[in-house]
């Protein structure tokens, strides 16, 4: 127990939880969106790999992104705050406008790129709002003791983007978006009454937006009874819980899924944690739980050890966006929360969300290296380190 905790304490600990957090989910979700997606693919597109060959454009896109983003030093994201925020809101303007928008599932939050590509504004604007608040939050850290300095301009721009994200139907990023503002709170030290507010205004407003779409009342109902209606309205929950019961221990394997043949919605994007417990079994399932905690306690122990408040805000605004998500998919797929339409971070299909993700985790990794002796133990380690640190926890080859 002293050497793990000696393990632990050491300046790159954070650094390489995030990586490997970060890199076996990416690869984990390419396999299970190859698996999940094939019989998707080939009733949608006539091929069996179109969705698994978009994923993976994705991922050679969202790997640079990401070592892009450790490389980058604290003040370019400051410089980015702006005018990410302000380019998310504008494409979720663009949403809005006949001929430019394209609604999905009942929602109105896409744009068409031409061909099968397109762009889901409302994912960017999750980082968008992370780097704005905690810089916003920054500058005005010695006026946070007064109320309206937490408020103002932090709830009028976060209002303004949940509004826009509201108007498309996307319930569940805005319930995302919700989490990073309230998470900023906390890293600034908000007092407790302001979130007692802000929840309690915030259900109100949640219960008003599920009155109004009968469909989104059926989520919440199928939590107490997922079965009531297998065949029509909870459908979806059902077919999740039947996926996970099947798959046991070690699963049925990879590519063996049943419920993958159209019986289970969206198996490749928001429910595909219900195929990984399908194919890998309980195995599999604990294994992504393991690695989004460590993900989520590289996150925290960021936070906690940086000096830099914009640096404390940023890591606990992303890993509150990222492991709040996560927590939201996978309670929706076991039956625990109703079904909130997220995907999977670094794991479901889809460009749009993948790609804004990888480049919070590549901002993590800044951040990590910006740890007290983590510079210099990286410089000792010299070229390799990454690659050195990986070999010394796989196991050795037998000569």
């Known amino acids: 127990m002293r050497d793990l905790k000696r393990r632990f304490d050491r ?8 990586l490997g957090a970060g890199l076996l989910l990416s690869v984990l979700g390419l396999v299970m969106v190859l698996s999940a997606s ?23 896109i969202g790997l640079p992104l990401m070592f892009i983003g450790a490389r980058l030093p ?55 709002l992370v780097l704005w608040g905690a810089d916003l939050l920054t500058r005005k850290q010695r006026m946070l003791g007064q109320w309206r300095h937490l408020f103002i301009p932090l709830f ?69 009874d997922p079965f009531s209606d297998p065949t029509g309205e909870t459908l979806q929950a059902a077919h999740g819980i039947y996926a996970l019961s099947t798959g046991g221990l070690f699963g049925s394997g990879i590519g063996t899924s049943y ?10 994007t928001d429910f595909i944690f219900a195929v990984i417990g399908e194919e890998l079994g309980l195995v599999g399932t604990l294994s992504v ?3 989004f905690a460590a993900l989520g306690y590289a996150g925290i122990r960021v936070a906690g050890r940086t000096k830099d408040p914009f640096v404390r805000l940023a890591a606990g605004g992303a890993t509150a966006w990222i492991t709040a998500q996560a927590t ?45 002796g983590a510079q210099k133990q990286l410089a000792a380690q010299g ?11 796989l196991p050795r080859r037998e000569r």
């Not at 070229?383 to 926890?393: D, E, M, T």
């Open 11 to 18: 300046p790159l600990t954070s650094y390489y939880l995030l």
């Open 289 to 291: 739980l393991t690695l």
């Open 74 to 128: 604290v003040r370019a994201y400051r410089m980015l705050a702006y005018p990410l925020l302000l380019g998310s809101i504008g494409l979720l303007c663009l949403v809005l406008v006949p001929g430019i928008g394209m609604e999905v599932n009942g929602n109105r939050n896409w744009i068409a790129l031409g061909g099968p590509f397109q762009l889901q504004p409302s994912e960017f604007a999750k980082l968008g």
């Open 38 to 60: 094939q019989i998707f693919s080939r009733v949608t597109y006539g091929d069996f790999s179109a969705v698994f060959t978009k994923q993976a454009i994705a991922i050679g």
């Open 328 to 372: 939201i998919n996978i309670g929706a797929v076991l039956g625990l929360l109703p079904i909130a339409g997220v995907p999977l971070p670094l794991v479901s299909y889809g460009g749009s969300a993948l790609l804004p993700t990888m480049f919070a985790v590549g901002m993590l990794l800044s951040f990590a290296r910006t740890e007290p």
């Open 259 to 268: 419920e993958k043949w159209g019986t289970l919605p969206e198996a490749h």
């Open 156 to 224: 009028p721009g976060a209002l303004l983007v949940l509004g826009l994200v509201m108007m498309g139907g996307d319930m569940g990023t805005a319930m995302i978006l919700t989490v990073v503002v309230l998470a900023l709170l906390w890293v600034a030290g908000a007092p407790g009454r302001l979130f007692v507010l802000a929840l309690s205004t915030a259900a109100a407003l949640a219960t008003v937006f599920i009155l109004m779409k009968p469909h989104r009342a059926s989520r919440f109902a199928s939590v107490y």
């Open 383 to 393: 070229p390799g380190a990454v690659r050195r640190a990986f070999a010394r926890i």
